[in-house]
């Protein structure tokens, strides 16, 4: 009889393990699928996020057709009639300077000249108060030869007094980062966007070791700054020289900078 | 009761850093609807990144996401149970990614540096390690005390 009372007990105990085993094993399997849920759940909407902040801006590139016609009459209107030297914009004799260090590739850059830029150019390099030089200072363009190409390009166009026009449609037409969209069918495309521009004295002026210089030259200048993000701009006026400035910043900070230096 | 305290000791840490976070995320969304000058330690660092369309999620402020992603986190400890530490450690991960995401623009993209963009980044990965130990820690200790008190129906 105890033999066998021992019996049921011991395979009681037995169920017991097993039925907590079980339990213990569904319990790791329901924890691991949650688990599982969460991670996939939160690096999905983290990979939405990403694509929406990635790519929801402009995502530009070269314009074609009536697009490409509409980039050059917005350029050709903000610019027309303004005096251009080189890299300078406006008149020479006008009482503020702003430097503009800035990456053609860059998109802050893009988003400034797009929009607090093109009301100072408007606004006050149009009337005469203010002219603004562009240097350069390599930032998001991946590798120097690129940098120094596409820098080239611009400062053959203003060669021709042109320079503004083609960085300006240089951003307006600005590609997808880092997609290795600047090549030399690129810039000659966009060369030949500009309106009265000499394309034969533009290739040739391209391969000039003088522009080749100005780009390092700007470098220099910009490591004397202080500059090292773009747009960085500098304003110096009557009053002396304002702190350096970075960023797309709006109008209204531009203005308040120009009236503290002039 | 072990388990307790680490499990108290665990969300009093969590709800300290998203303290922190808040305090960072609601400064820079202060700022930014302010529209004043962010007080940076680089020239011009913070100011690039804030103006760069980066800064921004579908019109929406990143610092301002950051601000209630951290709330939300902190609202996540308040939650009985495995699922206030699911969704606790959800938030934080999700936010652990955006971050990672935003500094590798900084660094690459924007070429300038914000400190309290890379400082809220820092608090959030310190919350996603301290939420996904909260429930680890859930799933060895506090459940098999549940079962143990559980009484197994025998057959």
Avoid at chain 1, 68 to 93: C, E, H, M, Y
Avoid at chain 1, 203 to 218: K, T, Y
Avoid at chain 1, 233 to 251: E, R
Avoid at chain 2, 43 to 49: A, D, K, L, M, P
Wanted: hydrophobic share 40%; aromatic share 8%; net charge positive.
């Amino acid at each position: 009889m105890a033999s066998r009372k021992a019996q049921r007990e011991e395979a009681r105990a037995r169920r017991l393990a097993e039925e907590k085993a079980r339990q213990e094993r569904d319990r790791r399997q329901r924890r691991l699928r949650m688990i599982g849920g969460v991670v996939i759940a939160a690096i999905a909407v983290a990979v939405v996020a990403i694509a929406i902040s990635s790519g929801g801006g402009h995502k530009g590139g070269l314009a074609k057709g009536t697009a490409a016609t509409k980039t050059v009459a917005q350029v050709q209107s903000l610019l027309q009639g303004i005096p251009q030297d080189g890299t300078r914009l406006g008149n020479p004799k006008a009482p503020v300077t702003m430097t503009y260090y800035g990456d053609l590739q860059c998109p802050v850059c893009q988003a400034f000249t797009l929009n607090g830029f093109k009301e100072l150019v408007s606004k006050d390099v149009r009337t005469g108060k203010v002219q603004v030089v562009y240097k350069a200072l390599q930032t998001a363009t991946r590798d120097q030869q690129t940098f120094q190409l596409q820098q080239v390009a611009a400062l053959a166009a203003g060669q021709q007094q042109r320079f503004w026009n083609y960085a300006e449609l240089f951003y307006h037409e600005q590609g997808q980062e880092d997609s290795g969209y600047v090549n030399e069918s690129y810039l000659d495309s966009l060369a030949q966007q500009v309106p009265g521009l000499n394309m034969s004295t533009w290739r040739n002026d391209r391969n000039s070791s003088s522009l080749g210089s100005q780009v390092n030259s700007d470098a220099d200048q910009a490591a004397a700054v202080g500059a090292n993000a773009t747009p960085t701009l500098v304003f110096k006026g009557p009053k002396g020289q304002a702190q350096p400035v970075s960023g797309d910043i709006p109008y209204d900070s531009l203005q308040h900078t120009i009236n503290s230096v002039s | 009761m072990k388990a307790t305290t680490t499990d108290q000791r665990l969300r009093i840490a969590i709800g300290v850093f998203c303290l922190i976070g808040i305090g960072i995320a609601g400064y820079l969304t202060y700022v930014h609807y302010a529209g004043l000058k962010v007080l940076c330690l680089s020239s011009g660092g913070c100011e690039t990144v804030q103006a760069s369309r980066y800064a921004k999620l579908g019109g929406i402020p990143v610092a301002t996401l950051g601000l209630v992603g951290y709330i939300l986190i902190l609202g996540s400890l308040a939650l009985r149970g495995e699922t206030g530490r699911a969704v606790g450690f959800g938030l934080a991960l999700f936010g652990f990614c955006f971050s990672m995401y935003l500094t590798y623009r900084e660094l690459f993209t924007i070429h300038a540096i914000c400190q309290w963009c890379v400082s809220s980044a820092v608090v959030m990965t310190i919350v996603v390690i301290l939420t996904v130990v909260r429930w680890l820690l859930y799933a060895d200790d506090v459940e098999p005390a549940r079962a143990r008190a559980t009484p197994v129906q025998s057959r």
